[in-house]
């Protein structure tokens, strides 16, 4: 039964926003240079959450000896920064979400492993996550998810008790993060999961289909 929750966390990429479609046209242009194909729409769908290193090793298979993984990084951030936002999206039934978060007087919260200067380069293309609480991001600390210390500094940025959020996000470092850091852990899965992915293994409470279960969630708990 999940209990009394004061604030939802979220993460950022396959959560709130499908960033997929520039994130892999950046990694795409990364694996041209060095004569690779293109990410298939399987690899996609499985490594965005990864980040750039995700994307790009499995681009590769093996990132070949002679190349340096920072350098190809280093590049794929530079492509992605120069389109960060063509083809990016709100989930369906996100801005209904944060609006109904909003009227029933819930706080809410970014914590993404995404670098600080990406996400305030994003977000203003999104004039509904400007009204987050706190946003925490991947280089906001010294250490990021699965480290559970970042989702403390959220919930204390938002002056809400860490027992007493929910944090949604899409990958298992997610609910890695979220069960260190004593609170409720719910996968997104809308986001990021590919079949090779058991998110019934996380040890999360439960794995949503639709942003909307969010508010299923906070009503059983006698919100």
């Known amino acids: 039964?999940?209990?009394?929750?004061?604030?939802?966390?979220?993460?950022?990429?396959?959560?709130?926003?499908?960033?997929?479609p520039d994130m892999a046209h950046a990694a795409n242009r990364v694996l041209a240079d060095h004569n690779q194909p293109p990410l298939t729409h399987k690899q996609i769908q499985a490594n965005t959450s990864m980040g750039a290193k995700g994307?790009?090793?499995?681009?590769?298979?093996?990132?070949?000896?002679?190349?340096?993984?920072m350098a190809l990084r280093d590049d794929f951030l530079r492509y992605y920064q120069d389109n960060i936002c063509v083809n990016t999206s709100l989930y369906h039934g996100v801005v209904a979400l944060l609006e109904q978060l909003d009227d029933k007087g819930i706080d809410w919260?970014?914590?993404?492993?995404?670098?600080?200067?990406?996400?305030?380069?994003?977000?203003p293309f999104f004039p509904e996550l400007l009204r987050a609480k706190t946003v925490v991001c991947g280089d906001t600390l010294?250490?990021?998810?699965?480290?559970?210390?970042p989702l403390l500094h959220a919930s204390k940025q938002m002056g809400v008790d860490h027992r007493d959020c929910i944090y949604i996000g899409d990958i298992e470092k997610d609910?890695?993060?979220?069960?260190?850091?004593?609170?409720?852990?719910?996968?997104?899965g809308w986001g990021y999961i590919g079949d090779e992915h058991t998110p019934s293994d996380w040890h999360a409470l439960g794995v949503l289909t639709h942003p909307s279960e969010i508010l299923a969630v906070i009503s059983s708990s006698n919100y």
């Open 175 to 188: 609910m890695i993060a979220a069960k260190a850091a004593n609170m409720a852990g719910y996968v997104a």
């Open 109 to 123: 919260g970014i914590m993404t492993n995404k670098p600080g200067f990406l996400t305030d380069m994003l977000l």
């Open 55 to 69: 994307l790009l090793t499995a681009g590769f298979g093996t990132i070949p000896a002679h190349l340096d993984i």
């Open 1 to 20: 039964m999940a209990m009394k929750k004061k604030a939802v966390l979220f993460d950022l990429d396959g959560t709130l926003l499908d960033t997929a």
């Open 142 to 149: 010294a250490v990021a998810k699965p480290h559970p210390e």
